[in-house]
């Protein structure tokens, strides 16, 4: 039905900038949301950002000013540029798809993102 693959993470020192990428494949809309989460350990997975067809629609308040999402719908990829990356920063990152088709989340594999300090 639907796939993700994300990509990009990495090990980075804090200052430091990292985007992710996030590839899907399958019966996509461009008119739903798609999403990062982060997953940090020991700690819930918690919304990072999210973008909808007319663009951003919201972003934790932990990152607001330093992370960006974009989407490019005719590649089907949604991107997570990321800025200014603290310790704090680092955890497991999943591309999240909510189908309207299918009615339900679908959820990549995770990149992690680590920040040195």
């Known amino acids: 039905q639907v796939q993700l693959v994300e990509s990009g993470g990495g090990l980075v020192q804090a200052g430091g900038s990292l985007r992710l990428s996030c590839a899907a494949s399958g019966s996509i809309l461009s008119s739903d949301d798609m999403n990062w989460y982060r997953q940090a350990p020991g700690k819930q997975r918690e919304l990072v950002a999210s973008?909808?067809?007319?663009?951003?629609?919201n972003y934790a308040d932990s990152v607001k000013g330093r992370f960006s999402i974009s989407r490019d719908n005719a590649k089907n990829t949604v991107y997570l540029q990321m800025i200014s990356l603290l310790p704090e920063d680092t955890a497991v990152y999943y591309c999240?798809?909510?189908?309207?088709?299918?009615?339900?989340?679908?959820w990549g594999q995770g990149t992690q993102v680590t920040v040195s300090s």
């Open positions: 973008i909808s067809s007319g663009g951003p629609k």
């Open positions: 999240n798809y909510r189908s309207s088709v299918w009615l339900r989340d679908y």
